[in-house]
């Protein structure tokens, strides 16, 4: 009895282990799978995934341009000596600012304010045509008028030394100095390099027109800078790296930026020693002012009629932004209307 | 066993079950709320109230911190009365684009090491200035090679014993040693020009400097060339293989370049100049008397040697002008002091620049080869 009662125990023991073993090897099983998915969910070997996604910014669709009326030419040339009158109309024969400004719009000037240097040598954006291309917009209606770059040099000693801070605060613009927190990401697609990058967004928010402003000089690198490269100025992060692929980037920024227009600064020209120069026997005086809303069309002037580089076969950017469609530099082919002033 | 009564969570936060409760604790409390409020008073008055150096448009002051950066080798005492110096600032080979984005490839192909700037800035008018720019370019040769490169061809450089200077209406530029010295001034005034004058009396009077390379001695010296016809490549000379590693040239007015790189010995020099003539051969001709024809567009080159020294003429006209060259550099070279072999550039013989020509001398002429081309040394 003793005997059949300790092998009953024993079944009943055996079966509560097993029991117990099943419960506990689920547990584990289940714990270990639920680890495995953890895991598997939490991956990131880059520790990219970890980091706050930034926002990625896209410009307009299409992006600042305006239609084009039928009379208007495709490159406005003025020549003399008069800035304003000349501004004025190398604008007129591309249709007018009333074509290209609504009043309560808000307009955004890039001018070329890349270096400490004074207006004389060249390597920035004459303040007298950014003074007056304020003013004509605000004429126009406009209900504010921005002027942004993002120098190389320090930003407020660029301004102050070019004269642009003077020119444009005197002419009622606001002005924008790159700080950190005005980059946001940027997204071109079908750019190169730059698909997502770094970009001076700040003064773009709220902006409805986009308007250059390019000094014409010599390029150590590129050959020439002129209203396309004049972008470069727009992008933050380490750009130094895009100059192992010069060309290559200023196809991109004709990619990223389409304005409502460009103004060609060939009040002077510096012919050598670019993009910084130092000398006034880098600079001649052009005496010119081109606009366009093609910024092949006017870089070409510039180098063939401006830089006077007519034997020279023009820099690789161009065919690159060609073979993307972006404009065209064959501008003896477009319909070109030169005015003398004074 | 769990009364009903129990609190699990705090069902009432702001109810407490102590009987009684300590001053002290209040008192705390009423002090961390105070401070509380004093430090968001202070940001809210500190936000009101920014401190205007955050915004100064100083042009001088702006962008520079107050970080002592080390002053040597710019000379002390750099402005003249009426002149004040602002911060120096340097810049080194990994962040020199942040001055000159754009153009930095140019200095670093001739060995950049560093850049120091400093603006000096007319007291009662700011916006009358010089721009000192002082690179280290690590050799006499380099330095020589970036001021050859950007220099104003229609200005004929000074020769002294140690460097070369020209001014170009508001700038001022000068070699001295390794150095390389671009003082850019904001116009051509009086002011500006007697600024430029000082700063060229002071970097002439305390820049360690060194004699000329040899090369300037031989070109200069011997075969009284203008000194903007004067290159030298530290390596591919004509985009040639290694063999073609510090060659110094010389162009004569008619487009000839002489060339001449010194070997270790007889043997090691007549091999240079075979290579010399093999490379020449891979897009030439041989013709008569060991000169080689270009393929394409007809000038005549040839290499030789005599003793340690490798020499040549390439892109003469003809092969009467390409004799000429090749004559007349081996006349300069025989008795020439033969420097040591070392990398790069040798320092000129003693008296070897008593015949060097002066800035009337010559016609400047074009330079030797344009920025891009000698930037590829």
Redesign the interface.
Known sequence: MSEKNDSAGLQTHKAAERRNFLKQAGMVAGAAAGAGAGAFWLHDPTGEDGKPKPKILRLPEGGFAVEKPSTAADLGVARGNRVPAMLQGAVDAIGGIGAFINPGDVVLIKPNVAFERVAQLGATSNPEIVSALIKLVRDAGAKEVRVADNPIEAPENCFMRSGVRDAAVDAGARLYLPRPSDFEILNVPGAKWIEQWPFFAAPFRGVNKVIGVAPVKDHNLCRASMTTKNWYGLLGGRRNQFHQDIHGIIADLCLMMRPSFVVLDGTRVMFRSGPTGGSLSDVKMTHTIVASRDMLAADSFGWHELLGRQDEALPDYFAQAVARKLGNPDYKSLNVREVQIG | MPRKDDRVFVKNGFRHYRKTYDLTEVRIGAVLLLGLAVVIAWVMYKGQHPDPSLA??D?VA???TEVKVERAPLPLELTIEGWKEGPVRIFEFTNL??????????YKSFGFERLHFVTLEKADDP?T?V?I?LFNQSKAVNALGAYNG?R?K??TPEVGEQGLTHY????LYLTRGQYYL?A?G???SPAVLKQLAHVRARFEAELDGEALPWSYALFLGKLELSPDAIAYFTENAFGFADFAADVNVGRLEDETELFVKVAEDEVAATKLAEQFNQGFLGYGQAKAGGFIEDRYIQTISKAASQGPWAYGVKGAPDIAAATAGLERLAKALSGFPVPQVESGQDKAPEDALQNTKSESGADPGEPPYD??EAGEQ
């Open positions: 100064a448009l042009v702006a962008g520079v684009y942040e001055k000159i984005n754009g153009r930095e490839g140019y916006t200035i721009d720019e950007e104003d229609e200005a170009s209406r508001n700038a671009r850019v904001s116009d051509e920025s891009l």
